[in-house]
Nanobody, 127 residues
């Protein structure tokens, strides 16, 4: 299984960016996909997730209402649309894949739940 993240970049506060994660080597109709982020000197933080067997999505409080996670089943890709970006959103964004989506949502927000990780992509928001 491989996850290939792309997108990101530099944007001014209030702007928008998209990051995407292409999944290969695993069926795209089961399990769960999630985005995490990690800023220098900080722990890895959950951002958003989606269960691949349905339409369920879930978000962290800091990004709810600003970020949207979606997927393109034809391209085996998960997209994270980031709007109204803030300087505190600056981090390396990493996508992750887990086999099971039947864990409680709280468990799906924990990095150790995920076995497969992409390489990460930098998002920088200037003030």
């Amino acid at each position: 299984v491989q996850l290939q993240a792309s997108g990101g970049g530099l944007v001014q506060a209030g702007g928008s960016l998209n990051v995407s994660c292409a999944v290969s080597g695993r069926p795209f109709n089961s399990g769960v996909m999630a985005w995490f982020r990690q800023a220098p000197g900080k722990d890895r933080e959950f951002v958003a997730g989606t269960k691949l067997s349905g339409l369920s999505t879930f978000y962290s409080d800091p990004v709810r209402g600003r970020f949207i996670i979606s997927r393109d089943n034809a391209k085996n890709t998960v997209l994270l649309q980031m709007n109204s970006l803030k300087p505190e959103d600056t981090a390396v964004y990493l996508c992750a894949n887990g086999r099971r989506s039947d864990f409680p949502i709280g468990t799906l927000k924990v990095a150790s739940t995920y076995a497969i990780w992409g390489q990460g992509t930098q998002v920088t928001v200037s003030s």
